[in-house]
């Protein structure tokens, strides 16, 4: 009965750099949602996916971040060019539905540093 | 913008005795309240929920309260357990849209054996 899975948990780049953090939702659930933690903040809403499709990527920078959730495999967040200010854990949620009041189950998260 | 408020980072509560953590949100388009508990390097884990047309739910030894009319909610934990020690995190929805969660800032609360 495996959960939410993120991978790498852990990931160290360079400035300029790519990262790539990919996501698996639970069994049976199609809707993806990334957040971010910013160190001493709460969690921000980045963008919600559904199988194939971009829903609401209205909490993503508009330059350099992308994410999709293609129709097999996981979803993936992309950072283009990392910067240090992009240093932060990144977590993931699934549900069944996109309904609100269905449970949103998260994974471990990424932590990523960019040096 | 902070539209939901965790106003105290941290509480500390002695074993067996009530831990009262707050929350203030100032949307009023929220409707559906929840609360997360977070230990250290996991992601958040669902704890319990609230919807408006409610003002207490209770599960356990968790009990959310809501006050519409403030603007508030709290949780109270009965009795706090050190296993309780975790970073809760308050976080509210529009239950006419879909999933997008805003979430405060958490409190980290400390039980103390």
């Known amino acids: 009965n495996a959960g939410v899975m993120q991978n790498p948990r852990h990931l160290v780049r360079r400035r300029g750099q790519e990262a790539r953090l990919r996501c698996s939702p639970m069994k049976g659930h199609s809707h993806v949602y990334w957040y971010r933690q910013l160190p001493e903040e709460g969690l921000k809403f980045m963008v919600y996916?559904?199988?194939?499709?971009?829903?609401?990527e209205s909490g993503m920078p508009k330059e350099r971040f992308s994410a999709e959730f293609p129709k097999e495999g996981p979803s993936i967040l992309r950072i283009q060019q990392v910067v240090r200010g992009d240093s932060a854990a990144y977590f993931c949620a699934s549900s069944r539905s996109g309904r609100a009041q269905d449970t949103q189950y998260f994974g471990p998260g990424t932590r990523l540093t960019v040096l | 913008d902070q539209q939901v408020k965790q106003n105290s980072p941290s509480l500390s509560v002695q074993e067996g005795r009530i831990s009262i953590l707050n929350c203030d949100y100032t949307?009023?388009?929220?409707?559906?309240f929840l609360w997360y508990k977070k230990y250290p390097a996991e992601g958040p884990t669902f704890l319990i929920s609230?919807?408006?047309?409610?003002d207490k739910n209770e599960d356990g030894r968790f009990t959310v309260f809501l006050n519409k009319s403030a603007k508030h909610l709290s949780l109270h934990i009965v009795p706090s357990q050190p296993g309780d020690s975790a970073v809760y995190f308050c976080?509210?929805?529009?239950?006419?849209?879909?999933?997008?969660?805003?979430f405060g800032i958490g409190t980290k609360l400390q039980v103390i054996p």
């Open positions: 976080a509210a929805q529009n239950s006419g849209g879909y999933q997008k969660v805003t």
């Open positions: 609230i919807s408006s047309i409610k």
């Open positions: 949307n009023s388009m929220f409707d559906y």
């Open positions: 996916l559904q199988k194939e499709n971009i829903i609401d």
